[in-house]
């Protein structure tokens, strides 16, 4: 226990920062109409921020449950190589502990764990990365409670609060956005990708749109960095 613990403790700056990011997650949902227990039971079955998201951005244009559930599990593709970084820093990992361990990395678990574990003996490793784990898995459930009950409250308090909530999931993104727009490179990615999306939106292919953005935007702005990097040169 003394062990998993010290997971905990390591777990509080992750703690206050998914807090916000639950919050307006649970408002977000609520906003597209979903229920207070359908809100908290994706954060608490899914348990991954930027799929959880895009899961209710999806379903916000009517795309199926199917074919939103498909587009939110791509985008958790890159947990599997979080586990084969992790997975040589850890004693021999018993079958019954995978599953709890693959479900708890976030990219922000896995930013922790890999510059922590190698300070902790290899035999306390697993119960380490349980506690940090339970911890931000509490804050992401606790904030997506908090902003489901929040908005349950505005929404009782007056119906006309209900546009405002359905605009928090484009503009938490835009928030998001905008401080990583400095350099040329992520610009170049960013706009790309919005253009991408915009594209097979107006064709009626939006969830298909959204994984397009996310691999060709990137994609590009990596080719503008390297040719502006040969240039440099």
């Given at each position: 226990m003394h062990v998993f613990k010290k997971g905990l403790s390591a777990s509080f700056p992750i703690f206050l920062g998914y807090l916000p990011v639950a919050?307006?997650?649970?408002?977000?949902a609520r906003g597209?109409?979903?229920?207070?227990i359908d809100s908290i039971m994706i954060s608490a079955l899914i348990f991954a921020g930027a799929s959880?998201?895009?899961l209710v951005s999806l379903l916000a244009t009517?795309?199926?449950?199917?074919?939103?559930?498909?587009?939110?599990?791509?985008?958790?593709?890159?947990?599997?190589l979080y586990g084969?970084?992790?997975?040589?820093?850890?004693?021999?990992?018993?079958?019954?502990?995978?599953?709890?361990?693959?479900?708890?990395?976030?990219?922000?678990?896995?930013?922790t764990a890999i510059s922590q574990l190698e300070k902790i003996p290899k035999e306390k490793r697993i119960l380490w990365l349980l506690g940090l784990e339970v911890g931000a898995y509490l804050s992401w459930v606790f904030g997506t409670l908090l902003g489901a009950i929040g908005s349950?409250?505005?929404?009782?308090?007056?119906?006309?609060?209900?546009?405002?909530?359905?605009?928090?999931?484009?503009?938490?993104f835009l928030v998001l956005l905008l401080p990583l727009l400095q350099g040329a490179t992520?610009?170049?990615?960013?706009?790309?990708?919005?253009?991408?999306?915009?594209?097979?939106?107006l064709a009626g292919l939006t969830a298909f749109g959204i994984l397009a953005a996310g691999v060709i935007g990137p994609l590009l702005g990596f080719a503008f960095?390297?040719?502006f990097a040969w240039n440099g040169m």
């Open positions: 919050i307006a997650f649970g408002i977000s597209i109409g979903l229920s207070v959880q998201f895009a009517g795309t199926s449950a199917a074919v939103a559930s498909i587009a939110a599990l791509m985008l958790n593709l890159r947990h599997i084969l970084l992790l997975a040589p820093l850890l004693k021999r990992v018993k079958f019954s502990t995978v599953a709890p361990l693959a479900f708890g990395l976030t990219d922000e678990v896995f930013a349950s409250i505005l929404l009782a308090i007056s119906p006309t609060f209900a546009p405002t909530l359905s605009f928090a999931l484009p503009a938490l992520m610009f170049v990615a960013a706009l790309t990708g919005g253009f991408v999306a915009l594209i097979f939106h960095r390297r040719r």
